[in-house]
């Protein structure tokens, strides 16, 4: 016979299987969820009145549907219980938001930091002062729960505690978790996480189900290149949460010498300043930001400039090579571009078409596709809302009872 853990076990699957057939269907009725789950009603009904104790849930009202029988009861996914706290670091910004189980944000906040390169305190002062004012929004929130706090930065992040290199900052290994943690709502688990990784996960929720790669790789251009890989829906994170850096995919064992202690990485030739400095754009970037002199370097490309091209060309190149490497190891079915690069794909994408064509003509199943972006600088503030919403629909369990007199309904 079964024993009480495992009884409480079935009951915590079952719990996660009704919250995740109302959030794909609602509004819908306990017969649809019978219907969707296989669930005998006493089951269902138990289910549904503890998602409702939790305030996750609510009747919506009735419908008759048009037949003769009882009009049956609506339920609905409540926004408003389960919330996501979210911080992410990028080179001139911190940017901190609360976001409701439906994605919706409850509050946003745009800073300009000022971290100085190689100062590893002033990257913890800046996460920490906008993760305590995301904190305090979200605990004020009226019934609001905090699911997960989320802290994106643009660095590998090391067993999900620390920076273990951030080039762009000019920083060795930071620890984070232990300054972070009491800044943190108690409620829910602090996950600090590669910007890149995130952005893969919100990226990939962003393709139709039915057409989801089972594996798929996020490739992002800035003043790094990043990433991750996404394998059966869920973020393949490696021994110690790395997996996924793909701007130090070394492309040439001969090429220049990168930060990371590598020759010829991806970053090298696919990063926005090795672009900009390929087309002789560098002091352009000096004296009216990157954004600008990206803007150039498409304009030169379009006026068909040389020196662009063959400054793309090798980004190109380099790419083709990267997804390659990629392909080779993990049988991609998707790469999906992001950040700088869908702006300078007709000119990357030929390298890459010319690579796959080859392969394919000796092992058909080569065959890689690419795509662009869809969310864009939005992706990792998206991919941490995902993260905590896959916590709670994974485990309702933990999502603790309202007093009866805050229940809905």
Do not use: K
């Not at 100085?116 to 929130?141: E, F, I, S």
């Amino acid at each position: 016979m079964p024993g009480p853990t495992d009884l409480g076990d079935v009951r915590r699957r079952n719990l996660s299987l009704v919250l995740r057939t109302l959030d794909a269907h609602a509004p819908c009725a306990r017969s649809d969820i019978r219907a969707a789950t296989g669930l005998v009603n006493g089951t269902v009904a138990s289910l549904v009145d503890d998602l409702v104790a939790r305030g996750l849930v609510a009747e919506l009202g009735t419908s008759a549907d048009g037949g003769r029988g009882r009009p049956r009861r609506l339920l609905r996914v409540l926004p408003d219980r389960a919330l996501s706290v979210a911080v992410r670091l990028t080179p001139h910004l911190v940017v901190g938001e609360v976001r409701r189980f439906d994605g919706s944000q409850v509050w946003e906040e745009h800073q300009e930091h000022a971290v100085r390169r190689g100062h590893g305190q002033d990257v913890v002062d800046a996460l920490a002062g906008a993760l305590g004012r995301a904190t305090a929004v979200a605990t004020a929130h009226p019934a609001g729960w905090v699911a997960q706090t989320v802290v994106a930065v643009p660095a590998p992040v090391v067993a999900g505690t620390a920076i273990g290199a951030a080039i762009e900052f000019g920083l060795g290994r930071t620890e984070l978790h232990e300054a972070l943690r009491p800044l943190a709502s108690p409620t829910g688990d602090l996950v600090i996480r590669n910007d890149g990784r995130l952005g893969a996960l919100a990226e990939h929720a962003a393709i139709a189900p039915e057409e989801r790669p089972r594996t798929m790789a996020y490739v992002v251009g800035g003043l790094g290149v990043g990433g991750g890989l996404v394998v059966d829906g869920e973020l393949f994170l490696g021994a110690h949460a790395m997996a996924g850096e793909c701007g130090h995919i070394s492309v040439d064992a001969r090429g220049p010498e990168c930060d990371c202690g590598a020759r010829g990485c991806l970053a090298l030739y696919l990063g926005l300043p090795a672009l900009l400095s390929g087309a002789g754009l560098t002091g352009h970037a000096e004296r009216s930001g990157h954004d600008a002199a990206l803007d150039e370097l498409v304009r030169r490309l379009q006026r068909q400039d040389p020196t662009a091209h063959e400054s793309v060309d090798r980004a190109g190149a380099a790419l083709a090579a990267a997804i390659g490497t990629m392909s080779n190891y993990t049988d991609l079915d998707l790469v999906v571009l992001g950040g700088t690069l869908p702006r300078l794909y007709p000119w990357l994408q030929p390298h890459v078409d010319r690579l796959v064509r080859s392969r394919a003509r000796r092992i058909t199943e080569f065959n890689p596709r690419t795509a662009l972006a869809r969310h864009g600088e939005e992706a990792p503030l998206r991919g941490a809302w995902l993260l905590a919403r896959r916590s709670v629909l994974q485990d309702p369990d933990r999502v603790p009872l309202l007093d009866r007199g805050d229940r809905p309904g």
